[in-house]
């Protein structure tokens, strides 16, 4: 059918849509229908997600952690010490007899054998006197028992005498040989006890005791003592380092010595060695240090005190009270691993600081150890670490 023409007849039917228009009004539709979905559905979907995952964080632990700080040291505490000189020995007699004289006293500087007293030893004097003549009487016996062995000898080829005869001249003369050594030997003996009645200096030093006088009468191997020689460069110093500090001592470490009687001098010294071992009595380990004293200003039999200033043991780790677990396979704590899972490790403890223990085993500078640890936590349990709480700012 043809359409009818609108002005040809204004009363006639309206014109039928084209099928285009309709398919573009369903279109639209469609359109406004799926933006109406996206519209009321896109914020419930993402509400029930958001809700979801916040339920499954909600279902992993959340624990706050703390990383190990090192722990307090005792290794620059200053400790006691004795100041002892280097060498020290008591210088007695050898020789009895009488004090002649001594030439050093108290507070003098000797060098080896220097002459430091002598005795006057008039027993010995005839004593050596009685030796040399019986040296020479032997040797004149010695002299004698030759010649005649000598001439025994030639007479026995001419059969003048004994073969018997001649075996004792020739013994004889042995014996005086014998007789003329041991003589020999005893004025060698009494020549050194003479020596002795020279007192020098055994080494290099300074008198700090003389205990003798002009006219005392010495007698050798009692045991009084003439003068005292110690040894003042370099000097000894004694410190009982305790148990705790005695891992962290090695020898040629160094330290600082201080003495009260020098505020705010500061000398160096070093270990030269330890015992070895802790004394069970003081449990202390005693350990020797030498100082250089070519200056003089330090006294041996001093007093003073001794800070270690370097450290060969590795510092000790603290981590607070309430991170401990204790179970019956000993004291615990809970380490959070890279990947969020619990590890349950056994520490070995140290010192109690009060809010703070010495862990010795266990637990590396690095590690996040668990705070308040729940008494269910167990190895691979997941968590979430807490977020450290920033302070607000003070406007």
Known sequence: MNPVDPKNSAGSAPKPVPPVHLMRIFFIAIVIILIGLAVGFIPRWGTRRALAQETQELAVTTVAVVSPTPGQSDFGLPLPAEVQAFVEAPIYARASGYLKRWLVDIGASVKTGQLLAEIDTPEVDQQLAQAKAEVAQNQAALDLAKITAARWTDLLKSASVSEQETAEKKSDLDLKQANLEAAQANLHRLEEMKIFAS??????????????????????????????????????????????????????????????????????AKVVRTAGAIDPGSRTLLTELQVDNSRGDLL?????????????????????????????????????????????????????FGQTLEILEGVAAGDRVIINPPDLLANGLAVRVAEPVKPVAEK
């Open 300 to 352: 041996a039999g001093s007093y003073a005190q001794v800070r270690f200033t370097d450290s060969v043991a590795a510092p000790t780790l603290t981590l607070p009270a309430n991170t401990l677990l204790f179970r019956s396979e000993g004291v615990c704590i809970g380490v959070v691993t890279a990947v969020g899972k619990v590890e349950v490790r056994t520490v070995k403890l140290g010192r109690d």
């Open 199 to 268: 007192v020098t200096a055994p080494f290099d030093g300074t008198i700090t005791a003389r205990k003798t006088d002009v006219g005392q009468l010495i007698t050798a191997g009692n045991g009084n003592e003439l003068f005292r020689l110690a040894q003042t460069n370099p000097l000894r110093v004694y410190v009982r380092v305790p148990q705790t500090m005695s891992r962290a001592i090695a020898p040629e470490q160094k330290a600082e010595l201080v003495l009260d009687q020098l505020p705010g001098k500061k000398f160096e």
